[in-house]
């Protein structure tokens, strides 16, 4: 076999297992398109992986060779929202990125996704209460990556000293859980919310600038404590 019939070779197993790789995040996507609308529909508990089958319209020894449990779906499906395509490219910037502009895109990518996903965000709420493993695993699995990567950039900006010294793990829950928080109060206040015409941008703008507030390193030098 010459170099050019190599060359040749090469590039056709590349071009085959770039589409076996699209082809299966394809599958898994139609896997958990159907779950999600089995679980709204009947929800989590009277659901199956019969009935995710026939929605989705594959065979159930299909689902099983890309997910163990009905459960793995279910972590699946809130992993996919919450670890988005947009939040690891924010989380991938560079730290010399003005932190205004970050924490604004953060803000309003968190506040967006579970905007546009409110009655899942509360049904996975009311799992995590009910289901201890479902919690274990969406920590595990979900919540913890999120909060580390938040967490590296968060340290990067404490080391430089742009922030001011603080633990960084303790930082990106409290930043969290303002924007959960603010958009579950949203939720809870529903069309009475006084916030409800306010533009995403503006809020996400307001919550971004009241998090800096707190970062930021003091004037004249970081403060200890």
Excluded at 33 to 53: C, H, M, Q
Excluded at 85 to 112: G, H, N
Excluded at 145 to 173: C, H, N, W, Y
Aim: aromatic letters at 6%.
């Amino acid at each position: 076999m010459n170099e050019r019939s190599v060359i040749i070779l090469e590039r056709e197993v590349g071009s085959q297992r770039r589409n076996k790789e699209q082809l299966t995040e394809q599958r898994r996507k139609q896997i958990l398109d159907a779950a999600l609308a089995v679980f709204s529909r009947k929800g989590y508990g009277e659901s199956t992986i019969p009935d995710i089958a026939r929605e989705g319209g594959v065979a159930v020894g299909t689902i099983y060779n890309y997910y163990t449990s009905k459960r793995d779906i279910l972590v699946s499906i809130v992993a996919s929202r919450v670890l988005s395509e947009t939040f690891l490219k924010l989380m991938e910037q560079p730290p010399e990125v003005d932190d205004r502009a970050f924490f604004r895109a953060l803000v309003q990518d968190r506040l967006t996704m579970i905007s546009q996903n409110t009655d899942k965000f509360l049904f996975m709420i009311g799992e995590v209460c009910r289901d201890q493993e479902f919690r274990r695993q969406w920590a595990q699995g979900v919540v913890q990556p999120a909060l580390k990567q938040a967490g590296k950039r968060v340290g990067s900006r404490i080391d430089s000293g742009a922030f001011r010294p603080m633990k960084a793990e303790v930082t990106v829950r409290a930043l969290a859980g303002m924007a959960i928080g603010f958009a579950m109060l949203a939720m809870i206040e529903g069309e009475e919310s006084p916030c409800r015409d306010i533009p995403a941008e503006e809020v996400a703008a307001q919550l971004a600038d009241i998090a800096l507030m707190g970062v930021k390193a003091r004037e004249g030098g970081p403060s200890k404590g």
